[in-house]
Structures are given as C-alpha cells and as structure tokens.
C-alpha cells in the first residue's frame, strides 16, 4: 500500500490550490480516506474525509465553505480543491487510508507542503 500525495505550492492570500493523492495497493472506492494537515509547531487537524462506497464526504468547519473532495476511479487520485486559502491554511498536507475496521489511519503518504503568503 502506498499514498503519494502532489500538488503543495505557495500560494498568495485567496488562492486556490488542488492537492492529489495517488494510491496503490487499494482503491479509493472500497476504503475510506482522509486529508490532515500539521502547521508548524501544531498537531494534526483533520481536514476531510471520502467514504466512497457509501457517496458521502464530510469537511471540517475549517474548511467547509472553501474545500472539494473529489474522486478520479479510473486515476485512483483523491483531490482537494481548495480555494480563498487564507495564512492559517498553511501546513503539510497529508492523505491518509483509514482502516475500515478499526476507524484509525493505517497509511499515510509523505506530505506535501502548502504555504500561504504574499
């Protein structure tokens, strides 16, 4: 199993951006995923969730009104689409497998680093 996570840049204030995450070794339609982000100097914050095989997505209150989640079956690629990125958006994005029995994050790709700057 492998996460490969593209797409991180810097950005200026009410950007947009669109981060991917290729997986191998399962498929996005069968097991749940996450997107989680650490800024410097903080802990992990849960950014959105896909749960393809029952068609739902859920999005923090963070970035709710500004944040897509999207799924590429024939690419395996989750996307997030994210736009007015404000400074405190700023941080290592991560996509993460959740296990589909125990509800944890069992895979996690190596990050991709978004900065939010003029």
């Known amino acids: 199993v492998q996460l490969v996570e593209s797409g991180g840049d810097l950005v200026q204030p009410g950007g947009s951006l669109r981060l991917s995450c290729v997986a191998s070794g399962f498929t996005f339609s069968d097991s749940p995923m996450s997107w989680v982000r650490q800024a410097p100097g903080k802990g992990l914050e849960w950014v959105a969730s896909?749960?393809?095989?029952?068609?739902?997505?859920y999005y923090s209150d963070s970035v709710s009104d500004r944040a897509t989640l999207t799924l590429d079956k024939a690419k395996n690629t989750v996307s997030l689409e994210m736009n007015g990125l404000k400074s405190e958006d700023s941080a290592v994005y991560y996509c993460a497998r959740v296990n589909g029995v125990g509800g944890y994050y069992d895979y996690w790709g190596q990050g991709t680093q978004v900065t939010v700057s003029s």
């Open positions: 896909m749960y393809s095989f029952i068609n739902k997505i």
